[in-house]
């Protein structure tokens, strides 16, 4: 079992920073491939990126955010800069198993989910 706590959402204007983080507990952190969704209102939750062996991201934040894990903190990051106004979502962390595995932008391949955070970017 895992429960996640994301914190760091806020608002920011277009061109901004926010760094986002997750709190995870649990000894077996390390042994977790994390990833990170958003969902704006009235859409479907989507895939923002994901770090397990190595990082993937969407083709919508590549260049732009970055995922980190630390896992003596049992933390996980999602740094987001230049920020857009089509960034504004809820931004939830996630927690799936398998380290390796087909699909990961899938929502269904992860186990453990946190309560989301805002984020906002005005114009």
């Known amino acids: 079992q895992v429960q996640l706590v994301e914190s760091g959402g806020g608002l920011v204007q277009a061109g901004g920073s926010l760094r986002l983080s997750c709190a995870a507990s649990?000894?077996?952190?390390?042994?977790?491939?994390m990833g990170w969704f958003r969902q704006a209102p009235g859409k479907e939750r989507d895939f923002v990126a994901r770090?397990?062996?190595?990082?993937h991201y969407a083709d919508s934040v590549k260049g732009r955010f970055t995922i980190s894990r630390d896992n003596t903190k049992n933390t996980v990051y999602l740094q987001m800069n230049s920020l857009k106004p089509e960034d504004t979502a809820v931004y939830y962390c996630a927690a799936d198993p398998q380290f390796i595995r087909p699909g990961v932008q899938r929502p269904q391949r992860y186990d453990y989910w946190g309560q989301g955070t805002q984020v906002t970017v005005s114009t």
């Open positions: 649990g000894r077996t952190f390390s042994s977790y491939a």
């Open positions: 770090i397990d062996w190595s990082t």
